[in-house]
């Protein structure tokens, strides 16, 4: 895409248009699936979006060291990734959901090496 600059009409210097946060963020999205290991350099917005780390723990579960931590602290997103096939994001998981017995219980009915 073509970065386009604006110019701000209380001030005599451009400013980039939203577009340039776009299109960084675009790129961060589609690196990360095939090289899990620039997620340490990641935006905190690539690293918290829901279906992207989804993926991408799907193809490298080590890369859960890098989801950001709301996404960890989120059952939802935990026994989504769990039911994937992914059994070592209950262990990235915060205290708080590994100590919630009916949670453990679901994440072991949804994939018996969840607590493995």
Same mark, same amino acid.
């Given at each position: 895409? +073509?970065?386009? /600059?604006?110019?701000?009409?209380?001030?005599?210097?451009? %400013?980039?248009?939203?577009?340039? &946060? $776009?299109?960084?963020?675009?790129?961060?999205?589609?690196? /990360? /699936?095939?090289?899990?290991? !620039?997620?340490?350099?990641?935006? @905190?917005?690539?690293? $918290?979006?829901? @279906?992207?780390?989804?993926?991408? /723990?799907?193809?490298?579960? *080590? &890369?859960?060291?890098f989801?950001?931590p709301? !996404?960890?602290?989120?059952? $939802?997103?935990?026994?989504?990734? +769990? @039911?994937? $096939?992914?059994?070592?994001?209950? *262990?990235?998981?915060?205290?708080? !959901?590994?100590?919630?017995?009916?949670?453990? !219980?679901?994440?072991?009915?949804?994939? *018996?090496?969840? %607590?493995?």
């Amino acid at each position: 895409g +073509i970065l386009q /600059v604006a110019s701000s009409p209380n001030a005599s210097t451009p %400013i980039a248009s939203q577009s340039m &946060a $776009g299109a960084s963020l675009e790129y961060w999205r589609s690196t /990360v /699936v095939t090289h899990t290991s !620039l997620l340490a350099k990641a935006p @905190e917005a690539v690293r $918290g979006d829901t @279906e992207l780390m989804l993926q991408v /723990v799907a193809r490298d579960s *080590g &890369a859960l060291r890098f989801v950001a931590p709301a !996404l960890l602290a989120d059952p $939802g997103w935990v026994m989504r990734a +769990i @039911e994937s $096939g992914v059994s070592e994001a209950l *262990g990235h998981a915060p205290d708080l !959901l590994r100590e919630d017995v009916q949670f453990v !219980l679901q994440a072991v009915q949804a994939n *018996g090496m969840a %607590i493995s």
